[in-house]
């Protein structure tokens, strides 16, 4: 590989001709790269490397696409109208239109992870130095599945990931020129270059992980990190300075505990609560769990305008732009960090530390950037201290009887009920607080994503989400719920245990709910989904939002999920695997299954890899709730490497998915390995990626997702129980699709054996004429030639 | 006919698609009784709404039973409404809304074995309005054999006709007046 530059340094030099002092000479880069395996066939592959295998995924299921606009407004010749046919006047149909719009949205996705693990790399670089070790611990020696699989690198240390986010940059790059006007025309070829461009989106994340997992002792895959605590009522005590945390980028999170610990104010909790939403709230807690989670993106505005936040430090990535103001409405200052995220605010980084926290105690700025990383925390541990007497926790839900009053301006006009993300009827809750019943708004809290549209509606300008919160508060007042701490990576040592179980079916499959708090209904609807699937001995991941809605949900015991299933990777275990660019490691873990269990070559070996996945690894994502590019991004990255997603009603908006079609037969045939023939290996998987409207719709599919051509007869039979259990107790009857996913009488699971077999032969049945085989959709694999 | 009159305009306001959008006729429970009558083979999806929208005491799922029985529709049970239909012993085919809609875009597809494709007529009722309206909009450009029907109180800009925004008292009327016009 390449590795570099390396650099001599000589303090002093002196010729006939030249005298220099500190001179630095890098030599470029070399080639250093040991042979740990040998180089498979598409090392750092281009955009058109793995082209090939795009279009056999996609000649199976192919691109669905749901228009989500008629018109093309990106260049001077427009807008441009698509609809009846027609092109706009670059040539565009509507299908490429969307197709482009696709790739749009997973270049930002995965420019996004990149760019978050470039910054992180830059910061850490600068603190631990090129040659700082990249250690994952005496259970993890595939440290970087992504990585070496992609790119052929086995990166050793925190200087090697730089190569990789060269690579990644430049892919980014070029698929983003591929939306030019005048470049690309094919939608198919858009959407090989979304796949490409998301597979790309899984090494960034894989590396911005692998950094901070490093560099700031996460846990690498422990199976039992600790609880801790999650919910909007989770600051009982509020007596003490409170310093909210927004975003992703851990590093200044990181600086302020230290800071904290160096200055004796001690561990979070003690003197200052720290606590966070969204994937910085994850990661700070892998640091130290007695940092605690308010909750998903979905809470910020709920949660600051209770006041009880007396400071917000924020990073980058699901912050709400308008958070400056939002937080001035209830006097909390806010620190920004990240270059990426200044909004308009001053920056301070070069003033002295004294200054800046007086403007910021004294109002007279509501928010400074502040972009040296440990001077932000100082910055916010002092002004957290001075500001919080003065604040008195200054809040604007308004009390119950208030509640009316504000309400009382409401003309019932509707709009605000038409502005709401989820259709809520909000129109009617004011309407009737007007009238001095509350429970209306009440009611609206769970599903409420927090996004404001219904207040910047309402030409009454009445603060909509602050009555609804101040009419839930008991419920808010007790939302206090358990999370296990994210674990990190799956390992090796979980991959041998159970690597056979699943590629066999014995274990029906791995469900990940991974993903944004866009959710069609309440967040615990995830947590009921998961609980379902981990009670069933299926393996639950979890990441980001979903992770911590997960923890929302209770049992009739009243214990949350992760009080009740273990944290490994095994059957019935349920895992917080971390934030979003941890979604990595549970792709990362199905590639681990082709290459530490089966053995298969994992080095720059991306379609065999692939291929081993999508017709072995039972494992299928659920984004209930996905809201963003990045979300788009991983779950096209998931689908290039052959895992299905279902996403919620939502995700209908990301306007493309990737549907099989049962009666192509002809599309659902791979090769037999072992003999070379083609074979209908039946629906299984039936799409890569769709979207169900109801929980109860998408636990069906989810267990329907898991069913893989290799499955054995024990382990179909156990997968088909839950398929069939679930359609039964949702749709009150027997799949319609058995006959295609039965292949011989051993496949019917015993419970249900008598009706299926009826079943089966009511609709003329057969058994599969070849019903074990070794299905690949790559002709180099074939080993004998039928 | 109405075009972007207060109850013709996208019911989400954002979601404008561009120049075209669904005709809202000034009586639709006519107007539709009369399409739904000459159609060859309607066809009424349902979703997930159905099991939860009461309307006058009755369930938005007894009104998608009258209709689908009265204008001769096949019925499709989205999400995870089939079981209600098969506890009603009303007939319904169980799929995604994806699946249908997906292949809705092919002429040759029927849902209904004893009906020859396409199906002309599309109707909507009770599903999410996203949701809705995200299906709507690929059977608008990639399905031109077909026209779409919405029976939902909202305006459905993506739709070929679509009831306008109404309150729910309205709604039922409409939805009554439609069974009635189609006896």
Same mark, same amino acid.
């Given at each position: 590989?390449?590795?570099?530059?390396?650099?001599?340094?000589?303090?002093?030099?002196?010729?006939?001709?030249?005298?220099?002092?500190?001179?630095?000479?890098?030599?470029?880069?070399?080639?250093?790269?040991?042979?740990?395996?040998?180089?498979?066939?598409?090392?750092?592959?281009?955009?058109?490397?793995?082209? *090939?295998?795009?279009?056999?995924?996609?000649?199976?299921?192919?691109?669905?696409?749901?228009?989500?606009?008629?018109?093309?407004?990106?260049?001077?010749?427009?807008?441009?109208?698509?609809?009846?046919?027609?092109?706009?006047?670059?040539?565009? #149909?509507?299908?490429? *239109?969307?197709?482009?719009?696709?790739?749009?949205?997973?270049?930002?996705?995965?420019?996004?992870?990149?760019?978050?693990?470039?910054?992180?790399?830059?910061?850490?670089?600068?603190?631990?130095?090129?040659?700082?070790?990249?250690?994952?611990?005496? $259970?993890?020696?595939?440290?970087?599945?992504?990585?070496?699989?992609?790119?052929?690198?086995?990166?050793?240390?925190?200087?090697?990931?730089?190569?990789?986010?060269?690579?990644?940059?430049?892919?980014?790059?070029?698929?983003?020129?591929?939306?030019?006007?005048?470049?690309?025309?094919?939608?198919?070829?858009?959407?090989?270059?979304?796949?490409?461009?998301?597979?790309?989106?899984?090494?960034?994340?894989?590396?911005?992980?692998?950094? *901070?997992?490093?560099?700031?002792?996460?846990?690498?895959?422990?199976?039992?990190?600790?609880?801790?605590?999650?919910?909007?009522?989770?600051?009982?005590?509020?007596?003490?300075?409170?310093?909210?945390?927004?975003?992703?980028?851990?590093?200044?999170?990181?600086?302020?505990? #230290?800071?904290?610990?160096?200055?004796?104010?001690?561990?979070?909790? #003690?003197?200052?609560?720290?606590?966070?939403?969204?994937?910085?709230?994850?990661?700070?807690?892998?640091?130290?769990?007695?940092?605690?989670?308010?909750?998903?993106?979905?809470?910020?505005?709920?949660?600051?305008?209770?006041?009880?936040?007396?400071?917000?430090?924020?990073?980058?990535?699901?912050?709400?732009?308008?958070?400056?103001?939002?937080?001035?409405?209830?006097?909390?200052?806010?620190?920004?960090?990240?270059?990426?995220?200044?909004?308009?605010?001053?920056?301070?980084?070069?003033?002295?530390?004294?200054?800046?926290?007086?403007?910021?105690?004294?109002?007279?700025?509501?928010?400074?950037?502040?972009?040296?990383?440990?001077?932000?925390?100082?910055?916010?541990?002092?002004?957290?201290?001075?500001?919080?007497?003065?604040?008195?926790?200054?809040?604007?839900?308004?009390?119950?009887?208030?509640?009316?009053?504000?309400?009382?301006?409401?003309?019932?006009?509707?709009?605000?009920?038409?502005?709401?993300?989820?259709?809520?009827?909000?129109?009617?809750?004011?309407?009737?607080?007007?009238?001095?019943?509350?429970?209306?708004?009440?009611?609206?809290?769970?599903?409420?994503?927090?996004?404001?549209?219904?207040?910047?509606?309402?030409?009454?300008?009445?603060?909509?989400?602050?009555?609804?919160?101040?009419?839930?508060?008991? *419920?808010?007042?007790?939302?206090?719920?358990?999370?296990?701490?994210?674990?990190?990576?799956?390992?090796?040592?979980?991959?041998?245990?159970?690597?056979?179980?699943?590629?066999?079916?014995?274990?029906?499959?791995?469900?990940?709910?991974?993903?944004?708090?866009?959710?069609?209904?309440?967040?615990?609807?995830?947590?009921?989904?998961?609980?379902?699937?981990?009670?069933?001995?299926?393996?639950?991941?979890?990441?980001?939002?979903?992770?911590?809605?997960?923890?929302?949900?209770?049992?009739?015991?009243?214990?949350?999920?992760?009080?009740?299933?273990?944290?490994?990777?095994?059957?019935?275990?349920?895992?917080?695997?971390?934030?979003?660019?941890?979604?990595?490691?549970?792709?990362?873990?199905?590639?681990?299954?082709?290459?530490?269990?089966?053995?298969?070559?994992?080095?720059?070996?991306?379609?065999?890899?692939?291929?081993?996945?999508?017709?072995?690894?039972?494992?299928?994502?659920?984004?209930?709730?996905?809201?963003?590019?990045?979300?788009?991004?991983?779950?096209?990255?998931?689908?290039?490497?052959?895992?299905?997603?279902?996403?919620?009603?939502?995700?209908?908006?990301?306007?493309?998915?990737?549907?099989?079609?049962?009666?192509?037969?002809?599309?659902?045939?791979?090769?037999?390995?072992?003999?070379?023939?083609?074979?209908?290996?039946?629906?299984?998987?039936?799409?890569?990626?769709?979207?169900?409207?109801?929980?109860?719709?998408?636990?069906?599919?989810?267990?329907?997702?898991?069913?893989?051509?290799?499955?054995?007869?024990?382990?179909?039979?156990?997968?088909?129980?839950?398929?069939?259990?679930?359609?039964?107790?949702?749709?009150?009857?027997?799949?319609?699709?058995?006959?295609?996913?039965?292949?011989? $009488?051993?496949?019917?699971?015993?419970?249900?054996?008598?009706?299926?077999?009826?079943?089966?032969?009511?609709?003329?049945?057969?058994?599969?004429?070849?019903?074990?085989?070794?299905?690949?959709?790559?002709?180099?694999?074939?080993?004998?030639?039928? | 006919?109405?075009?972007?009159?207060?109850?013709?305009?996208?019911?989400?306001?954002?979601?404008?698609?561009?120049?075209?959008?669904?005709?809202?006729?000034?009586?639709?429970?006519?107007?539709?009784?009369?399409?739904?009558?000459?159609?060859?083979?309607?066809?009424?999806?349902?979703?997930?709404?159905?099991?939860?929208?009461?309307?006058?005491?009755?369930?938005?799922?007894?009104?998608?039973?009258?209709?689908?029985?009265?204008?001769?529709?096949?019925?499709?049970?989205?999400? +995870?409404?089939?079981?209600?239909?098969?506890?009603?012993?009303?007939?319904?085919?169980?799929?995604?809304?994806?699946?249908?809609?997906?292949?809705?875009?092919?002429?040759?597809?029927?849902?209904?074995?004893?009906?020859?494709?396409? +199906?002309?007529?599309?109707?909507?009722?009770?599903?999410?309005?996203?949701?809705?309206?995200?299906?709507?909009?690929?059977?608008? +450009?990639?399905?031109? +054999?077909?026209?779409?029907?919405?029976?939902?109180?909202?305006?459905?800009?993506?739709?070929?006709?679509?009831?306008?925004?109404?309150?729910?008292?309205?709604?039922?009327?409409?939805?009554?007046?439609?069974?009635?016009?189609?006896?």
């Amino acid at each position: 590989m390449e590795k570099g530059p390396a650099k001599v340094t000589v303090k002093e030099l002196k010729t006939p001709s030249l005298h220099a002092k500190d001179l630095e000479v890098a030599v470029g880069r070399l080639a250093l790269e040991e042979e740990w395996e040998p180089m498979g066939p598409t090392p750092m592959p281009s955009i058109t490397t793995l082209r *090939q295998w795009d279009h056999k995924l996609l000649n199976r299921y192919k691109p669905f696409y749901a228009p989500f606009c008629d018109l093309c407004c990106l260049c001077t010749f427009g807008k441009c109208d698509l609809t009846k046919g027609k092109r706009g006047a670059c040539g565009l #149909d509507i299908k490429t *239109q969307t197709a482009r719009i696709i790739l749009v949205a997973c270049c930002i996705g995965a420019a996004t992870h990149t760019a978050h693990a470039r910054h992180m790399l830059h910061y850490l670089l600068e603190k631990y130095g090129p040659d700082y070790p990249i250690d994952m611990g005496t $259970e993890i020696e595939v440290e970087a599945p992504h990585i070496r699989l992609v790119t052929g690198i086995k990166p050793k240390t925190l200087g090697d990931l730089e190569h990789v986010l060269n690579y990644c940059e430049e892919q980014i790059v070029h698929c983003l020129a591929a939306t030019h006007t005048g470049q690309e025309g094919s939608f198919l070829d858009y959407e090989s270059k979304a796949l490409h461009v998301s597979m790309i989106d899984h090494v960034a994340m894989e590396v911005a992980d692998i950094e *901070q997992i490093v560099a700031f002792g996460f846990p690498k895959g422990d199976r039992d990190t600790p609880l801790t605590d999650i919910g909007l009522g989770i600051v009982a005590d509020t007596t003490k300075p409170v310093i909210l945390l927004i975003g992703h980028n851990v590093c200044s999170a990181i600086e302020l505990v #230290d800071y904290m610990r160096k200055v004796g104010v001690g561990e979070p909790g #003690d003197t200052i609560e720290v606590v966070g939403i969204c994937c910085t709230a994850h990661d700070i807690t892998r640091y130290t769990n007695r940092a605690k989670i308010i909750g998903p993106i979905s809470y910020q505005v709920k949660f600051l305008r209770t006041g009880v936040a007396d400071v917000a430090m924020v990073d980058e990535q699901c912050i709400r732009t308008n958070i400056v103001d939002i937080a001035a409405s209830v006097k909390t200052p806010v620190i920004a960090v990240s270059e990426k995220a200044c909004y308009g605010l001053p920056d301070m980084t070069n003033e002295p530390e004294d200054k800046i926290v007086e403007a910021l105690v004294s109002g007279q700025l509501k928010g400074a950037l502040v972009l040296d990383l440990e001077k932000a925390a100082a910055v916010a541990a002092k002004v957290a201290v001075r500001v919080a007497p003065l604040r008195k926790k200054y809040k604007i839900i308004p009390s119950e009887e208030e509640i009316a009053k504000m309400a009382a301006k409401c003309t019932y006009c509707g709009t605000c009920s038409r502005a709401c993300v989820n259709n809520l009827p909000v129109s009617d809750a004011v309407n009737a607080a007007k009238k001095g019943d509350i429970s209306k708004l009440a009611a609206l809290h769970d599903a409420c994503v927090g996004c404001l549209r219904c207040e910047s509606a309402c030409p009454q300008g009445i603060p909509i989400l602050s009555l609804i919160e101040a009419a839930a508060r008991k *419920q808010v007042m007790t939302e206090k719920f358990k999370v296990r701490v994210g674990r990190g990576p799956v390992l090796d040592t979980e991959i041998r245990e159970v690597g056979s179980p699943i590629v066999l079916g014995e274990i029906p499959g791995v469900v990940a709910y991974v993903g944004c708090a866009n959710y069609p209904g309440a967040g615990r609807d995830v947590g009921e989904m998961a609980y379902e699937f981990a009670k069933r001995g299926y393996i639950v991941v979890a990441t980001g939002c979903s992770a911590m809605s997960i923890a929302e949900y209770r049992d009739e015991e009243g214990r949350s999920p992760y009080e009740v299933f273990p944290g490994v990777f095994d059957r019935g275990g349920l895992l917080n695997i971390g934030s979003c660019v941890a979604n990595a490691h549970i792709t990362g873990a199905a590639i681990k299954i082709a290459n530490i269990f089966a053995r298969r070559k994992l080095r720059a070996n991306y379609e065999e890899i692939a291929d081993y996945v999508l017709h072995r690894v039972g494992a299928c994502g659920v984004a209930w709730g996905a809201m963003s590019q990045k979300a788009a991004s991983i779950a096209t990255g998931c689908n290039r490497l052959g895992i299905p997603v279902i996403v919620g009603p939502h995700g209908s908006k990301y306007r493309r998915l990737y549907l099989g079609r049962v009666e192509d037969e002809e599309s659902f045939k791979v090769y037999d390995a072992r003999t070379g023939k083609k074979v209908y290996i039946g629906p299984a998987p039936e799409h890569l990626i769709m979207v169900c409207e109801t929980k109860e719709e998408c636990m069906v599919w989810t267990a329907k997702l898991c069913i893989r051509p290799n499955d054995t007869t024990k382990g179909r039979m156990i997968k088909l129980t839950h398929y069939i259990d679930l359609y039964k107790r949702f749709y009150g009857k027997l799949p319609d699709d058995l006959p295609l996913l039965v292949r011989t $009488e051993a496949d019917i699971p015993i419970t249900y054996k008598d009706e299926v077999m009826e079943f089966l032969q009511s609709k003329g049945w057969k058994p599969a004429e070849t019903p074990a085989i070794d299905p690949t959709l790559l002709e180099r694999l074939i080993r004998a030639r039928g | 006919m109405s075009l972007l009159t207060p109850r013709a305009s996208p019911w989400q306001w954002g979601n404008v698609p561009g120049p075209t959008m669904a005709m809202c006729p000034d009586n639709p429970p006519k107007v539709y009784a009369t399409m739904i009558k000459r159609a060859k083979n309607p066809l009424l999806i349902v979703g997930s709404l159905v099991l939860e929208v009461q309307l006058g005491g009755k369930l938005l799922l007894d009104y998608a039973m009258e209709i689908a029985k009265r204008g001769n529709c096949t019925l499709i049970a989205t999400a +995870h409404t089939y079981k209600a239909f098969l506890e009603r012993n009303f007939p319904a085919v169980p799929m995604t809304l994806v699946d249908i809609v997906n292949r809705l875009q092919d002429p040759n597809f029927t849902a209904n074995p004893e009906k020859k494709p396409p +199906h002309d007529l599309v109707l909507f009722l009770g599903i999410r309005y996203e949701f809705a309206s995200q299906g709507l909009a690929t059977l608008k +450009h990639f399905a031109p +054999h077909l026209r779409t029907m919405t029976l939902c109180k909202w305006y459905h800009p993506n739709a070929s006709w679509s009831f306008p925004n109404v309150k729910d008292d309205e709604w039922q009327k409409l939805l009554d007046e439609l069974i009635q016009a189609l006896s």
